[in-house]
């Protein structure tokens, strides 16, 4: 009898596994429609006064979007005002909704990944995740890795749908 071979295991091919990178902390609203009076106008002088009053260490290592959800023009500098407070106390933040925060998230993380990894070699974009990945890094992985990888396939190694294979000069 001979000796059972993992084949996928002693392949060249790297998987790259989003859920392992993609960060589980927290996302919250940092909304400054409740600093609007009458939800229509921001007051500089009680907008400055109110957020020296807010407990910061609620944001403490969570990923926080900073908008407006009330129909007010809103200046930039207010949500910028309240980067400011939250730069050095929460994990990260964007100004804008929490999809654009995602966005952000995800684009940071990418950013993160050393890219020659993929050089030549067959690469798998794992599917299936215990964690909501958004559909943009899914993207984003495609354009940062398909001018340097061998092939792309999507799925897990043992089961997998093409994507990519690099013409052969």
Partial sequence: MSEIVNRVTNSPIVTINLEEIYPREERVLFDIKSFLFQE??????????ALKEIDWKQYENKWVAITCTADAIVPNWAFMLVATYLNSIARGYAIGDLKELEVMIAEDCLRKI?????TDRPVVV????????PLF??????????????SIMY???????????????
């Fill in 40 to 49: 229509l106008i921001l007051r500089e002088k009680d907008f400055r006064a």
């Fill in 114 to 118: 050393d890219l020659e990894a993929f």
């Fill in 126 to 133: 794992k599917g299936c995740s215990d964690f909501p990945i």
């Fill in 137 to 150: 890094a899914y993207g984003k992985i495609i354009s940062l890795i398909q001018s340097r990888a061998k």
């Fill in 155 to 169: 799925g897990e190694p043992c089961s997998t749908v093409p994507l990519y294979k690099k013409q052969k000069s």
